[in-house]
């Protein structure tokens, strides 16, 4: 099972410039989250998504969007990256009803503002 | 006072050694607690969940304690493979139980 793909996986970027996180999953989760992690930060959480259509915001939403179209995609986009959005991402999708609430979480992505 | 907190370490433990990690959190009414564990440079994996009774998965042990708001992990018989950040995490409860609070982590090494 490919669980939860993130593409890319290395960006880099100029002040500025725009794009989009991708975050896969097959295993028909209810739940989507988007985390930022910096060192010394720890996972900070920027928008999660209950169900397709659905989008609310996090510990640090701002200079982020996010869209859940389909129930397996999960998008984040930043439309104007700033050198402080350098981080690495983490997708992570969860099942509703789910006794221990588990969190899979892709492989990252590491993104580089200059 | 920060929502989960961690001793950042790094513990640095001969393998064999016995190992313990802590944990406070600030939201009383919190109802799920967890440790993940992340590899460098990896995404983070659920390593167990912790049970108000305490619970053991082989060589782990997790231990929650409500009054004082406290949450432990103890490795015995480390191995080098257990070399890794251990995340504590906490479930929100309310209009916050779709989310987890994770602390900053505590890295262990484990040397030969």
């Known amino acids: 099972n490919a669980g939860v793909t993130q593409t890319p996986k290395f960006r880099v970027l100029k002040t500025g410039q725009s794009m989009t996180l991708l975050c896969a999953q097959d295993?028909?989760?209810?739940?989507m989250y988007w985390y930022r992690q910096d060192p010394g930060m720890g996972l900070r959480l920027i928008h999660y998504?209950?169900?397709?259509?659905?989008?609310a915001k996090g510990e640090v939403p701002d200079g982020y969007n996010v869209s859940r179209l389909k129930k397996q995609n999960f998008l984040l986009g930043l439309e104007s990256a700033a050198p402080s959005q350098t981080s690495v991402y983490f997708c992570?999708?969860?099942?509703?009803?789910?006794?221990?609430?588990?969190?899979?979480f892709g492989a990252g992505t590491r993104l580089s503002v200059l | 006072r920060k929502e989960v907190e961690q001793d950042p370490g790094p513990f640095n433990v001969p393998e064999g050694a016995t190992v313990a990690f802590n944990c406070t959190y600030s939201?009383?009414?919190?109802?799920?607690f967890f440790w993940y564990r992340q590899d460098c440079r990896k995404e983070p994996k659920l390593l167990m969940s912790?049970?108000?009774s305490g619970n053991e998965d082989g060589r782990f042990t997790a231990q929650l304690n409500r009054a004082s708001q406290y949450i432990s992990l103890l490795i015995r018989d480390s191995k080098l493979s257990d070399s890794a950040t251990y995340l504590c995490?906490?479930?929100?409860?309310?209009?916050?139980?779709?989310?987890?609070?994770f602390g900053k982590g505590t890295k262990l090494s484990v040397i030969p």
């Open positions: 992570a999708s969860q099942r509703t009803g789910a006794a221990k609430n588990i969190q899979y």
């Open positions: 295993m028909n989760h209810e739940y």
């Open positions: 998504s209950v169900g397709e259509g659905t989008t």
């Open positions: 939201n009383s009414a919190s109802q799920s």
């Open positions: 912790v049970y108000s």
């Open positions: 995490v906490v479930k929100g409860s309310g209009a916050g139980s779709y989310q987890l609070t």
